[in-house]
């Protein structure tokens, strides 16, 4: 089992930056993928992006298309989201996520971590 722990989330104002990080316990070699999910008050979880361990696929929600980009970091076994102009409706618990298909559903991930809060003012 892989022990995942976010950090780098908080307050800021519509318009600012954030980058998550999620540093991994050790290099899931037998999972491939990393991705980032998020959950709002009151609504469910839901994807935001992905990227394999190797190569550079990345997928993106269409809501961060543009906006944000997930990237890595193999030596350190850490993922990073790269949130620009952040609107409200990112206000979220971010949670990555390790497992080994290419899918934005949920249920294929492995371990999680514990979460990190994010919340844009408008």
């Known amino acids: 089992q892989v022990q995942l722990v976010e950090s780098g989330g908080g307050s800021v104002q519509a318009g600012d930056s954030l980058r998550l990080s999620c540093k991994a316990s050790?290099?899931?070699?037998?999972?491939?993928?990393y991705a980032w999910f998020r959950q709002a008050p009151g609504k469910e979880r839901e994807f935001v992006a992905l990227i394999r361990a190797r190569g550079t696929s990345e997928f993106y929600a269409d809501s961060v298309k543009g906006r944000f980009t997930i990237s890595r970091d193999n030596p350190e076994n850490t993922v990073y989201l790269q949130m620009n102009d952040l609107k409200p409706e990112d206000t979220a618990v971010y949670y990555c996520?390790?497992?080994?298909?290419?899918?934005?559903?949920?249920?294929?991930?492995?371990?999680w971590g514990q979460g990190t809060q994010v919340t844009v003012a408008s």
């Open positions: 050790q290099r899931p070699f037998s999972r491939s993928v």
């Open positions: 996520a390790v497992g080994s298909e290419y899918t934005t559903n949920q249920q294929s991930y492995d371990d």
